[in-house]
C-alpha cells in the first residue's frame, strides 16, 4: 500500500516562496519506479496539474500558469518529491496534492496524499 504525505504548506504574502515535500512510503515498492507529480485544486475550480517529473529525474513538464516560477525535483534516495514555489501569487491559493505513477502506466496517477493548504495573500 502506497502513502503519500505532503508538508510544507501555509499562508505567504505575494512574492514570496514556499518548498513543499512529499514523502512516499510503501513496503516492498520501490520510489525510484514512480512518476510523481503535484496537482492542486482552488475552490471552485477544477483540478490542475502542476508539476511532474519522471523516475529518474531526467524530464519535468509543468503547467502554464507555474512554468518558470514553480520548480519540481525528487531524491529518489530519500523516498521524497519537491516542489519549490518562486515569485507566488494569489491565484495559487489552492490545495496542492502529490501523486505517483507507475512506470507501466506513467500518467496514471492512481496514488494520492491528503493535501496541503496554500494560501497566498496579496
Known amino acids: 500500500q502506497i502513502q503519500l504525505s505532503e508538508s510544507g504548506g501555509g499562508l505567504v504574502q505575494a512574492g514570496g516562496s514556499l518548498r513543499l515535500s512529499c514523502v512516499f512510503s510503501?513496503?516492498?515498492?520501490?520510489?525510484?519506479?514512480?512518476?510523481m507529480g503535484w496537482f492542486r485544486q482552488a475552490p471552485g475550480k477544477e483540478r490542475e496539474m502542476v508539476a511532474r517529473?519522471?523516475?529518474?529525474?531526467?524530464?519535468?513538464d509543468y503547467g502554464d500558469s507555474v512554468r518558470g516560477r514553480f520548480i519540481v525535483s525528487r531524491d529518489n534516495g530519500q523516498n521524497m518529491a519537491f516542489l519549490q514555489m518562486n515569485s507566488l501569487k494569489s491565484e495559487d491559493t489552492a490545495v496542492y496534492y502529490c501523486?505517483?505513477?507507475?512506470?507501466?502506466?506513467?500518467?496514471?496517477?492512481?496514488?494520492w496524499g491528503q493535501g496541503t493548504q496554500v494560501t497566498v495573500a496579496s
Open positions: 501523486a505517483a505513477a507507475s512506470y507501466e502506466s506513467p500518467y496514471d496517477f492512481r496514488h
Open positions: 510503501g513496503p516492498g515498492r520501490s520510489f525510484s519506479m514512480y512518476r
Open positions: 517529473i519522471t523516475s529518474d529525474t531526467a524530464s519535468a
